[in-house]
């Protein structure tokens, strides 16, 4: 190990050094992220029309794209303290094993039950949703870490809380499902017999698998249906990114303490909120002119719509039901092949991360399945962590980054997000370990049939 004096293995935060706001980096944007459009009229959004399907202060937080800082409300705050502040980690071990000059860093997310960043914001959305005098919430979930999450939030505040599956993680992800309802969130495989839309899909697609976009479709439907429900998502919408910036602001102050400056700040990308939430502080700097950094979105190479997609107005979900979102999408329609087992695989980008990358202020990368299990094998051989293979797509981008800079002598500083564990995502390391792992990338064709789907503006 390198000399470990300096700069400690583990960077810790005070409870009093702890972020007491989250950062809304619209605020700093020039061009600021399209509105959301009512799917009828193509008319932006008012707080009215989102009323019925989320909570008020949510709306609000949704729809402000000029206050720079929101309080952290101090119920949210405790919670927070149970399980942050996050450790920021010196990658000694890695860099190690890579023999780089780089110096490597990671925040991980990964240190709670539901073993992901998500609960920063379900915790922040429960909260909002109990203010309110709800009794209970509505969600989808895709691999779970969401469904976890926000059960764990609800619990927390005595809410309750339906979830609509993904039905192939409903089956293939039992242990998720049994979480869930051991933090008393109902669960129901989507698409499924209990919603219209879920009706509609299924006679549509017999025996289909489902897919995010369309369990959306049910938990918004059902919100709408029951009196004292709203909705709650947990990536993609502007209020997520807003609540994720709590990881961003706590690495910003740690490696402030240290006077560290990252070059380089790295995350994967599925609808946009852990990378939105990191790179916020960051972003903000740069886009003031106060400090310069480089940028990375990692995605999926089967899933890729920062890298193929298309910048255009597109729906949120399968059954149109949602609000209209400028973003890079691959279309409402696309379903990421089936072999695809690394996560990530939202249609659609935050409409923030969107607006950055179009400016050019940000770069995108996508990577295939094969290799970025590879980088979590090595990075838990080497760091003792075990990645979800979500977050395992910003550790493959760290290591090329790390060797480009073995390659050119640098010594840069790089920062990644490391999101989540993998301790329920041991089907596809096994797919993995057994060479039965393979690699999908679509062809233009098929992402063409995406495109076709998206609404004619
Ligand atoms: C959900 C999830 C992601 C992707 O979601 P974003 O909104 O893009 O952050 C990444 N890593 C883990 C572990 C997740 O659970």
Request: glycine letters at 8%; a negative charge.
């Amino acid at each position: 190990m390198k000399e470990t004096t300096k700069i400690p293995y583990k960077i810790y935060l005070e409870e009093s050094e702890m972020p007491k706001q989250w950062y809304n980096v619209r605020a700093d944007m020039k061009n600021k992220p399209a509105p959301l459009l009512n799917p009828a009229t193509h008319q932006p959004m008012t707080f009215e029309d989102l009323r019925p399907v989320f909570c008020d202060e949510l709306v609000k937080q949704e729809l402000d794209d000029t206050t720079a800082y929101f309080d952290i409300p101090q119920e949210i705050r405790d919670f927070y303290k149970m399980y942050r502040p996050s450790p920021l980690v010196r990658a000694y071990c890695l860099e190690e094993k890579l023999q780089t000059p780089a110096k490597i860093y990671y925040k991980f997310e990964g240190n709670n039950t539901s073993g992901s960043h998500k609960l920063n914001s379900a915790i922040a959305q429960a909260y909002y949703a109990k203010q309110q005098g709800l009794k209970g919430v509505t969600t989808e979930t895709g691999a779970g870490q969401w469904g976890t999450a926000l059960s764990m939030a609800c619990s927390y505040f005595d809410l309750d809380c339906k979830v609509y599956m993904v039905k192939v993680s409903y089956e293939q992800k039992p242990f998720r499902r049994e979480v869930m309802r051991t933090y008393g969130a109902s669960v129901t495989p989507s698409p499924s017999e209990t919603t219209e839309v879920g009706k509609r899909i299924l006679a549509a697609h017999p025996g289909t698998t489902g897919s995010l976009g369309c369990a959306i479709s049910e938990a918004v439907e059902t919100a709408l249906g029951m009196d004292g429900y709203r909705y709650v998502l947990g990536s993609v919408l502007s209020q997520v990114l807003v609540h994720q910036t709590v990881i961003g602001l706590e690495s910003k102050i740690a490696m402030d303490k240290y006077g560290i400056k990252p070059d380089v700040i790295i995350g994967c990308a599925g609808g946009g909120s852990n990378l939105g939430g990191l790179i916020s502080p960051f972003m903000g700097e740069k886009l003031r002119g106060e400090a310069d950094y480089q940028f990375i979105a990692v995605e999926p190479a089967s899933c890729p719509s920062l890298t193929r997609g298309k910048y255009a107005y597109d729906f949120c979900d399968t059954g149109m039901v949602c609000p209209l979102a400028k973003m890079y999408t691959l279309g409402s329609g696309f379903i990421p092949s089936a072999n695809h087992a690394g996560g990530l695989r939202y249609h659609g980008m935050s409409s923030i991360l969107s607006q950055l990358y179009d400016d050019g202020l940000m770069e995108a990368r996508s990577v295939e399945q094969t290799e970025v299990f590879r980088a979590a094998e090595q990075f838990a051989r080497v760091e003792g962590i075990l990645p979800a293979p979500e977050s395992s797509h910003a550790i493959k981008v760290a290591i090329d980054e790390a060797l480009k800079c073995k390659e050119t002598g640098e010594e840069k500083t790089i920062l990644f997000g490391l999101t989540g564990t993998g301790y329920f995502d041991m089907v596809a390391y096994e797919k993995f370990h057994n060479g039965e792992m393979t690699d999908y990338i679509p062809t233009d064709a098929d992402l063409q049939v995406g495109f076709d789907g998206l609404p004619q503006m």
